[in-house]
T-cell receptor, first 114, second 113 residues
Framework: GQQVMQIPQYQHVQEGEDFTTYCNSS?????IQWYKQRPGGHPVFLIQ???SGEVKKQKRLTFQFGEAKKNSSLHITATQTTDVGTYFC??????????????WGAGTKLIIKP | DAGVTQSPTHLIKTRGQQVTLRCSPK?????VSWYQQALGQGPQFIFQ???????QRGNFPDRFSGHQFPNYSSELNVNALLLGDSALYLC????????????FGPGTRLTVT
């Protein structure tokens, strides 16, 4: 079945360094969503990407959707302690017009080194 | 505007018992999805309810069942609990036309001993 592979599993950074997580699919995606889950919390919707090659920014966060719509990335510039958490990508399972199930990546945990 | 609420927050059950978890969606939302999240994993889709019917189901056994009420609130029932059912159970609500933008509740932490 369709899977969404997300890497890396963990990323340790110094505060102020950049962070990037990647999601890859073997099949074309209809769209992709990104969520953030703080430690002990629940996932919070960040953004949805729909168009091929789409780039969206939210302050220090930059989201990209690949030209082939098979991969996506989330980049955080100059990380802050408030960025700590696990970032998940999620995509709709095909067939897109009759499916309501989001397939989730395993998440990338952002850890700020003391 | 209240967000998604879930009850209880924590629950401890014994193998073989049955459990019911409850969810009230965000005001105005008509669709409820349930997820199971094991420690260190991403959420796994259990099922989705819309118009009081199970619209889609993930790869979970029939021990997992649910219900949606006319006010859009929902319940998740798990029968014959197994140790492996220990997890965080998340409810997410959305609008039918915007199912990708899901709002999650705080979850119910279920421990099966």
């Amino acid at each position: 079945g369709q899977q969404v592979m997300q890497i890396p599993q963990y990323q340790h950074v110094q505060e102020g360094e950049d962070f990037t997580t990647y999601c890859n699919s073997s099949t074309t995606l209809s769209n992709i969503q990104w969520y953030k889950q703080r430690p002990g919390g629940h996932p919070v919707f960040l953004i949805q990407l729909v168009k091929s090659g789409e780039v969206k920014k939210q302050k220090r966060l930059t989201f990209q959707f690949g030209e082939a719509k098979k991969n996506s990335s989330l980049h955080i510039t100059a990380t802050q302690t408030t960025d700590v958490g696990t970032y998940f990508c999620a995509a709709l399972k095909p067939p897109w017009d009759s499916n309501y199930q989001l397939i989730w990546g395993a998440g990338t945990k952002l850890i700020i080194k003391p | 505007d209240a967000g998604v609420t879930q009850s209880p927050t924590h629950l401890i059950k014994t193998r073989g018992q049955q459990v019911t978890l409850r969810c009230s969606p965000k005001s105005g939302h008509d669709t409820v999805s349930w997820y199971q999240q094991a420690l260190g994993q991403g959420p796994q889709f259990i099922f989705q309810y819309y118009e009081e019917e199970e619209r889609q189901r993930g790869n979970f056994p029939d021990r997992f069942s649910g219900h949606q009420f006319p006010n859009y609130s929902s319940e998740l029932n798990v029968n014959a609990l197994l140790l492996g059912d220990s997890a965080l159970y998340l409810c997410a609500s959305s609008l039918d036309r915007e199912i990708y933008e899901q709002y999650f509740g705080p979850g119910t932490r279920l421990t099966v001993t």
